[in-house]
């Protein structure tokens, strides 16, 4: 299963696990910042910065899982966020191919399960607070309400 990145609504990449994984510059275990969870992660700012080159950052990301599910989340939230890939050296059975882990988020419902798409977003009218929920029922943010909608339409 791969992963489809997007800067704004372009999709610019996709990729396996694996090939994601390995453009990571910082790799640890997911304990270092989620106690009480095992397994490998990498750092996802620095693995945007790394591959972007580019001088500022996204105001926010968007993350999409297989079963619809999505979270948006303002970049000022992600300083410690990871994406666990990988438990006792095999893929992940819970979180296929890739979650997400926002130790400075508002909500564990951020820790998005089974990502197949991420985008990286700037558009400084989409505000400070995060949102999450299935796609078009979703149920926090009503600026992020109006945007997914937008986008879905
Ligand atoms: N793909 C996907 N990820 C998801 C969800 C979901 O329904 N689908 N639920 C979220 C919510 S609301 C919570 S509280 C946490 C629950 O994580 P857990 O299954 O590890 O307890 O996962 C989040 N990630
Ligand atoms: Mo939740």
Same mark, same amino acid.
């Given at each position: ?93 819970? *979180? +296929?191919?890739?979650? %997400?882990? @926002?130790? $400075?988020?508002?909500?564990?419902? #951020?820790?998005? !399960? &089974? ?17 999450? *929920? +299935?796609?078009?029922? %979703?149920? @926090?943010? $009503?600026?992020?309400?109006?945007? #997914?909608?937008? !986008? &879905?339409?």
């Amino acid at each position: 299963m791969n992963i489809h990145i997007f800067e704004n609504e372009t999709e610019v990449l996709v990729l396996s696990v694996e090939q994601l994984q390995k453009m990571a510059p910082h790799h640890f275990t997911i304990n270092e910042r989620v106690p009480g969870i095992e397994g490998r992660a990498f750092d996802l700012a620095t693995w945007y910065e790394s591959w972007s080159k580019k001088s500022t950052n996204p105001t926010h990301i968007k993350v999409e899982a297989v079963d619809e599910f999505q979270a948006m989340i303002p970049w000022d939230e992600l300083d410690s966020a990871a994406i666990l890939y990988e438990q006792n050296e095999k893929p992940l059975k819970k *979180g +296929f191919p890739i979650r %997400l882990y @926002v130790p $400075d988020g508002s909500s564990d419902c #951020l820790n998005v !399960k &089974s990502i197949v798409k991420i985008f990286f977003i700037r558009d400084q009218s989409l505000g400070n607070e995060s949102s999450f *929920g +299935f796609k078009n029922t %979703l149920d @926090v943010s $009503d600026l992020g309400k109006q945007y #997914l909608k937008k !986008k &879905s339409e």
